[in-house]
């Protein structure tokens, strides 16, 4: 009997919203044919007495494609095209990496990188 928890995972990392990406870690290593899901929910950041609201950037990635992730890793985000991967976007992962409940997705924070970088 197939798993439930990664049945549903497939749906959500195959289905509309995610994306094709490759991650190259700090110590070099290339991971190809992995699966994200960006998110950009803005959060309540109290200063002082004051209170703002800040863009919170996460991305979702399965343990089983990425068992490890660190502050500074990369992640090119792209197509599949012609059974080829073509990257359109660097993310420089940050923070610390947070699993969820059930073990089998690791959610992290990223930044865009710039051009000029």
């Not at 950041?45 to 979702?60: E, H, K, L, S, W």
């Not at 969820?100 to 073990?103: L, N, T």
């Not at 997705?105 to 970088?117: C, D, I, K, P």
């Given at each position: 009997?197939?798993?439930p ?12 919203g ?15 044919d ?27 990635i ?37 699993s969820?409940?059930?073990?089998m ?13």
């Open positions: 009997m197939p798993d928890f990664a049945s549903a995972l497939d749906a959500i990392f195959h289905g509309p995610s994306e094709a990406a490759e991650i190259i870690t700090i110590y070099g290593q290339h991971i190809a992995v699966r994200i899901v960006r998110s950009k929910a803005d959060r309540d950041a109290r200063f002082g007495d004051g209170q703002m609201i800040a863009a919170n950037c996460t991305v979702d399965r343990r089983s494609q990425a068992p490890e992730l660190n502050d500074g890793d990369r992640l090119l985000v792209g197509a599949i095209v012609d059974d080829a991967f073509v990257p359109a976007e660097e993310l420089i992962l940050t923070g610390e990496p947070m969820d409940i059930e073990g997705t690791w959610t992290m924070g990223y930044e865009a990188v710039e051009l000029s970088r």
